[in-house]
């Protein structure tokens, strides 16, 4: 599987973003997936994870409320809005897919496959 990510940029605190990621191959449905940031001089942490069927989701207390993730299986596409952005959340942002499908996990060495990663700023 071969992820690829789209939608960074740069927008201003308060503004809007909406992150795609691609995924090649047609095993898309029955993998968990998850949506990761890290900044500069921090770990990678998760921000929102979906189940394979998109029944369920999970999100980082600090994007409770601003984030939503979701999927189109149709068009192997995982998605974060991200609405109310802070400039606490520049970072360049990964997705994951999670095998498990049935599974959100918030260790990143819970997945197996990951994208190149996608970097937005919002600027105060």
């Known amino acids: 599987v071969q992820l690829q990510a789209f939608g960074g940029g740069l927008v201003q605190a308060g503004g809007s973003l909406r992150l795609s990621c691609v995924a090649s191959?047609?095993?898309?449905?029955?993998?968990?997936m998850g949506w990761f940031r890290q900044a500069p001089g921090k770990e990678r942490e998760i921000v929102a994870g979906?189940?394979?069927?998109?029944?369920?989701?999970d999100y980082a207390d600090f994007v409770k409320g601003r984030f939503t993730i979701s999927r189109d299986n149709a068009k192997n596409t995982v998605y974060l809005q991200m609405n109310s952005l802070k400039p606490d959340d520049t970072a360049v942002y990964y997705c994951?897919?999670?095998?498990?499908?049935?599974?959100?996990?918030?260790?990143?060495?819970?997945?197996?496959?990951w994208g190149q990663g996608t970097k937005f700023t919002v600027s105060s």
């Open positions: 191959g047609s095993t898309f449905s029955r993998y968990a």
């Open positions: 979906i189940t394979m069927t998109g029944g369920i989701t």
């Open positions: 994951a897919a999670n095998l498990e499908g049935v599974a959100i996990r918030r260790t990143p060495s819970r997945y197996r496959y």
